[in-house]
T-cell receptor
């Protein structure tokens, strides 16, 4: 019974393509996040949504667009993929901003 | 600008001994701290937390110590078990940063049987 689930887990795609990663949480949390872990293992927040509203939008290329159809879902769309977008993307949620964060299993994106 | 640092990328410990993982931070306004454990090809799993009103929090074999004056926290695992082998991340947040969590780069712990 996965609390935070994201799909796909692995994704290999060509430069220039557009792809989406989906995320769903069944914890009843109000806040959801997207984090990126790069090749240096640095885990950095990209976006944060609270009750479907964007509350954190770090310096991320506008090719990355989050979409939250409801507070249980936060999907990440990436347009015109570049080699440097290769990373692990983690979806996460918390009861409220500042509370303990629970992560999904990660989506390994490789751009070739 | 890395506000949370884990300066030891790796640590090896014998089974049964104590593992001590360290974490330093620069923002004196950080008031809530988390430790996560991560296995390969999985997401980080929450282990233990501590708020700045405490200097110690214990949960079974895991204890987190906070030294606010030194801006330092540590995670102690006693006794260490082979299943504890994983990457450990610390994270910190503060209300004046929008309660956003900043993560360290992790320490890879290997517990040798």
């Amino acid at each position: 019974d996965t609390a935070v689930s994201q799909t796909p887990k692995y994704l290999v795609t060509q430069m220039g393509n557009d792809k989406s990663i989906k995320c769903e949480q069944n914890l009843g949390h109000d806040t959801m996040y997207w984090y990126k872990q790069d090749s240096k293992k640095f885990l950095k927040i990209m976006f944060s949504y609270n009750n479907k509203e964007l509350i954190i939008n770090e310096t991320v290329p506008n090719r990355f667009s989050p979409k939250s159809p409801d507070k249980a879902h936060l999907n990440l769309h990436i347009n015109s993929l570049e080699l440097g977008d290769s990373a692990v993307y983690f979806c996460a949620s918390s009861h409220r901003a500042g509370n303990t964060i629970y992560f999904g299993e990660g989506s390994w994106l490789t751009v070739v | 600008d890395q506000q949370v640092k884990q300066n030891s990328p790796s640590l090896s410990v014998q089974e049964g001994r104590i593992s001590i993982l360290n974490c330093d931070y620069t923002n004196s306004m950080f008031d809530y701290f988390l430790w996560y454990k991560k296995y390969p090809a999985e997401g980080p799993t929450f282990l233990i937390s501590i708020s700045s009103i405490k200097d110690k929090n214990e949960d079974g074999r895991f204890t987190v110590f906070l030294n606010k004056s030194a801006k330092h926290l540590s995670l102690h695992i006693v006794p260490s078990q082979p299943g504890d082998s994983a990457v450990y991340f610390c994270a910190a947040s503060a209300r004046d940063t929008g309660n956003q969590f900043y993560f360290g780069t992790g320490t890879s712990l290997t517990v040798i049987p």
